[in-house]
């Protein structure tokens, strides 16, 4: 049992949580799987109108991510996180029923606003809950169950394709929604966090200056946004590249995805460790970008190679890729739990959250012009961009703890 204990969430309420992300993963999960298929073969739109939507539901999350943190520091972090998890099951009811372009694109925005909400207050809360010691590792085995969660959904819903039926795949947005309904129970039974929850006092003025007011904090989550472009190198760049410039079989994607999936789950929580304070999760920082720069260094000359060359080469590049994802997930936990206002817990995830947002509008394209068009020369450029946003995330860090310190109300938790 001792031995299986290191495997396991080290409290029972990280437990609980872990359990909630498996269960909110799979629901969400279960519907992304074949989202491509019911929007374009159910609703009848096109890849293009698929394309649009998602980037206004992005533009959306993006502007109201600030006040919804707003919002979360207002009303209390954990009503927030269930009320947009019991409104976001609600909005998946609403999918058959959508029929055309503009329809779509509501909801998908209706969506993008109760994910802001959500996100504001889950990452607040989650903060808040847990003392400073087991913060990060806490997370990190909620950001392993997430990846179980996702497989098992994504399972769920290959299933539902395999069938080739229309009706059992309309009626996969409505188990979504059944799914995320309990997710919403589960939320609103979690305890309440230690502090900052509403109705509770702290002894400490609550006045406090504004998150964007704290230049360190905002430039270091451009950073942070910077350094998780992994994901788009992970989803979108290398298989383009995989299928458009190298010899390697398409079937290689399935054991890339496959060994992402594998690596999140089980090396997440080593990954993390260290990353609880200021000076280790910047160390987590220095260490996503060397994989960023190594993943970039054996991808550009697949290009070039042949055979199985060309397969390790580029599975090795993913698993370094990988090696990013792990280290700048570890190292967003550490640096938002350290240099965030206790007392705008909410409105600091925003501003935070605002960075990675960026990222996901500008970030596909940026980067897929760099490798696909420029090929050696933007694979360099990618790894730069990396190191120049981990240089620049050590000043930033150091201002942003600054600016804390000399703000008397911005108490340490």
């Known amino acids: 049992m001792p031995a299986l204990d290191r495997f396991l969430p080290p409290t029972p309420l990280a437990r609980r949580l872990s359990m909630q992300s498996i269960l909110f993963a799979i629901g969400e999960g279960t519907f992304l799987t074949g989202s491509a298929v019911f929007f374009t073969q159910i609703v009848g739109l096109t890849a293009f109108q698929v394309g649009l939507g998602l980037s206004i539901s992005g533009v959306v999350a993006f502007a109201l991510s600030v006040p919804m943190g707003k919002l979360a520091d207002r009303v209390g972090p954990k009503q927030m996180w269930a009320v947009a998890a019991a409104l976001g ?9 959508i029929h055309g372009f503009a329809a779509f694109a509501v909801i998908i925005a209706i969506q993008a606003t109760i994910e802001s909400a959500g996100s504001a207050g889950r990452g607040a809360y989650t903060i808040d809950v847990f003392p400073p010691a087991e913060r990060v590792r806490s997370m990190a085995f909620m950001r392993s169950a997430l990846n179980i969660g ?16 229309r009706t059992v795949i309309t009626a996969v947005p409505l188990l979504t929604a059944a799914i995320l309904g309990l997710n919403a129970v589960l939320i609103a039974r979690l305890p309440r966090a230690t502090h900052h929850e509403k109705g509770v006092v702290a002894p400490e003025r609550k006045v406090t200056p504004a998150a964007l007011r704290n230049r360190g904090f905002v430039v270091l989550g451009i950073c942070n946004g910077v350094l998780q472009s992994n994901q788009i190198l992970l989803n979108v760049v290398v298989p383009l590249w995989l299928v458009q410039e190298t010899d390697a079989p398409h079937t290689l994607l399935a054991w890339l995805f496959g060994t992402n999936t594998v690596m999140a789950v089980l090396l997440q929580v080593p990954a993390a460790r260290g990353s609880d304070t200021v000076p280790g999760a910047l160390r987590a920082v220095r260490l996503c ?47 938002v ?19 990675m947002q960026f990222e996901s509008i500008v970030g596909p394209a940026a980067f897929t012009f760099l490798a696909l068009e420029w090929g050696t020369t933007g ?4 790894a730069a961009i990396a190191v120049g946003a981990a240089a620049a995330a050590h000043p930033a860090a150091r201002a942003a703890q600054r600016y804390l310190a000399a703000e008397p109300a911005a108490v340490t938790a």
């Open 89 to 97: 099951g609600v909005s998946y009811l609403a999918y058959p029923l």
């Open 150 to 165: 996702f497989t098992l959904g994504a399972l769920l819903g290959g299933i539902a394709l395999a069938t080739g039926s």
């Open 289 to 335: 970008a060397a994989s960023f720069v190594l993943s970039c260094a054996l991808l550009l000359v697949t290009h070039d190679t042949v055979g199985w060359v060309s397969i390790v080469l580029i599975w090795l590049g993913h698993v370094t890729i990988t090696g990013a994802e792990l280290f700048q997930s570890a190292a967003s936990w550490g640096l």
């Open 337 to 355: 739990s350290e240099l965030s206002d206790p007392h705008r817990r909410g409105e600091y995830q925003g501003v935070w959250r605002l960075g």
């Open 379 to 382: 694979w360099v450029l990618i």
